[in-house]
């Protein structure tokens, strides 16, 4: 029997990219994440649609603290809930509007959202990613995990899963820098 030489060149090529999907971790669609320096636990879905991340929040103001601008808010998550956060505000970013919060009238296709950094663990991995803030009191998860930040994961996503990772399981002293 002779084989074919450009099938056997296709599986040889392929073999480099199995190391590197063996390195990343698997996640399922949805996944339990601590938010670090907040001590709370949440369930987020991981959406590789969306690029970024974004935490559930409410009564959002932008302030001034020794010439730097910070946001000081509130989860919307529970009403156990009602003590404020306050972080420093890395960046204002532009979310495209949902087709249902669109007005024709304001003319605007895009909503300013105050960003945090925040240290997020999943399973046992504790990254530093970006959220955007906003009301997501409506929607079942007051997480979204989006595609920039599982980048920082390393993470391969299964829909068929759910909490793959499982409860986070960082070490308090972990690096979150990757």
């Not at 956060?85 to 979310?95: F, T």
């Not at 999943?122 to 009301?135: F, P, W």
Request: glycine fraction near 6%.
């Amino acid at each position: 029997m002779r084989l074919k030489p450009f099938p056997l060149l296709l599986c040889l090529l392929s073999i480099p990219s199995l190391g590197v999907a063996a390195e990343k971790t698997v996640y399922g669609l949805n996944e339990y994440a601590k938010l670090a320096g907040i001590d709370l636990e949440v369930a987020a879905k991981l959406d590789t649609g969306a690029k970024t991340a974004s935490l559930s929040a409410r009564d959002i103001k932008r302030f001034k603290r020794n010439g730097e601008s910070w946001v000081r808010f509130y989860l919307a998550i529970d009403t156990a809930h009602s003590h404020p956060i306050e972080r420093p505000l890395a960046r204002v970013s532009k979310i495209k509007r949902r087709a249902d919060d669109y007005d024709p009238d304001e003319d605007k296709k895009y909503t300013a959202r105050p960003v945090i950094a925040l240290d997020i663990c999943m399973g046992g991995a504790l990254r530093s990613i970006e959220v955007n803030l906003t009301d997501r009191s409506t929607f079942q998860y007051p997480l979204l995990i989006g595609s920039e930040a599982l980048k920082r994961f390393d993470a391969l996503i299964d829909p068929s899963l759910k909490y793959a990772a499982g409860k986070p399981a960082c070490a308090a002293d972990a690096h979150t820098a990757e």
